[in-house]
């Protein structure tokens, strides 16, 4: 129900722009989110935006360099990410819930992940 995508290989500095997109799920009615999972470690939150678009939240190594934001009208959430750095390379999800918060377990919908690889 949820796809993201906009993955790829990027150098150090770069930037890319993440898509979720929602099928047979009305991304307006929920709160979205983006985490990411490198190899080996937990996932983590990395941004999270209501469902007006008015409200954002970021995990604070992430906030001025990764901005969400959505477009209800096209039922897409974005994560432009800028500055990357190699330790961003993760497999990146978004997720729907009730609320912007940070524990993966507040989300009800996941999607499958895109890989984003920061090379240096």
């Known amino acids: 129900q949820l796809q993201a995508s906009g993955g790829g290989l990027v150098q150090a500095g770069g930037s890319l722009r993440l898509s979720c997109e929602a099928s047979?799920?009305?991304?307006?009615?929920?709160?979205i989110a983006w985490f990411r999972q490198a190899p080996g470690k937990e996932r983590e939150f990395v941004a999270a935006?209501?469902?007006?678009?008015?409200?954002?939240y970021y995990a604070g190594s992430r906030k001025g360099r990764f901005t969400i934001s959505r477009d209800n009208a096209k039922n897409t959430v974005y994560l432009q990410m800028n500055s990357l750095k190699p330790e961003d390379t993760a497999l990146y999800y978004c997720?729907?819930?009730?609320?912007?918060?940070?524990?993966?377990?507040?989300?009800?919908?996941w999607g499958q992940g895109t890989l984003v690889t920061v090379s240096s």
């Open positions: 997720a729907a819930g009730s609320v912007p918060t940070a524990p993966v377990s507040a989300y009800d919908y």
């Open positions: 047979g799920l009305t991304l307006s009615s929920n709160s």
């Open positions: 935006i209501n469902w007006r678009g008015i409200s954002t």
